[in-house]
T-cell receptor, first 111, second 112 residues
Framework: QQQVKQSPQSLIVQKGGISIINCAYE??????FPWYQQFPGKGPALLIA?????SEKKEGRFTISFNKSAKQFSLHIMDSQPGDSATYFC??????????FGKGTRLHILP | NAGVTQTPKFQVLKTGQSMTLQCAQD?????MSWYRQDPGMGLRLIHY???????DQGEVPNGYNVSRSTTEDFPLRLLSAAPSQTSVYFC???????????FGPGTRLTVT
């Protein structure tokens, strides 16, 4: 049972473009929506997160949008840079306090 | 703060051997968890703990045991290693599952 569906699996974006990654969740108990960034050979690290009392949060070039009715949240990376090339994961906590991760999106920014 | 530390960084085991992956954190986090990462599979939860003395199973618990005798430590034991357990293992900690997860650097395990 896949509780968190992330898309696309991979994404190639030109430098300066906008990268968009989506996450659909099934469990209505989710009340914390983080995006993690992982570079090769490293552990994931929190990039940005949102709680359901707001629909959007912006931190620099990174924006997270939340649509409660559609049970979706997305990550937008504006002015994408080669240093943004990494794997991105969405996640959410279920009713049993398990944290479920999406399968990841490999983002490559062309120089 | 050292954050989340994991040892060893690399390990090669033969089928049937047992071993313990160590995880420690110095941030006084109650919530700790173990994940395995395989290509195309994302991060899959093995076991987690909401506090000392309390553990529970995640998505893929078979073949693994955990214990949480202190707030700081959360070791993962492989009982009888199998090639299917070849993976990269990450330990993470946080104040709660609804807070930032801090990940360790990972242990790359190969079972031959």
């Amino acid at each position: 049972q896949q509780q968190v569906k992330q898309s696309p699996q991979s994404l190639i974006v030109q430098k300066g473009g906008i990268s968009i990654i989506n996450c659909a969740y099934e469990n209505t108990a989710f009340d914390y929506f983080p995006w993690y960034q992982q570079f090769p050979g490293k552990g994931p690290a929190l990039l940005i997160a949102i709680r359901p009392d707001v629909s959007e949060k912006k931190e620099g070039r990174f924006t997270i949008s939340f649509n409660k009715s559609a049970k979706q949240f997305s990550l937008h990376i504006m002015d994408s840079q080669p240093g943004d090339s990494a794997t991105y994961f969405c996640a959410g906590p279920d009713r049993d306090d398990k944290i479920i991760f999406g399968k990841g999106t490999r983002l490559h920014i062309l120089p | 703060n050292a954050g989340v530390t994991q040892t060893p960084k690399f390990q090669v085991l033969k089928t049937g051997q047992s071993m313990t992956l160590q995880c420690a954190q110095d941030m006084n986090h109650e919530y700790m968890s173990w994940y395995r990462q395989d290509p195309g599979m994302g991060l899959r939860l093995i076991h987690y703990s909401v506090g000392a003395g309390i553990t529970d199973q995640g998505e893929v618990p078979n073949g693994y045991n955990v214990s949480r005798s202190t707030t700081e430590d959360f070791p993962l034991r492989l009982l009888s290693a199998a090639p299917s357990q070849t993976s990269v293992y990450f330990c993470a900690s946080s104040y709660s599952p609804r807070d930032e997860q801090y990940f360790g650097p990972g242990t790359r395990l190969t079972v031959t």
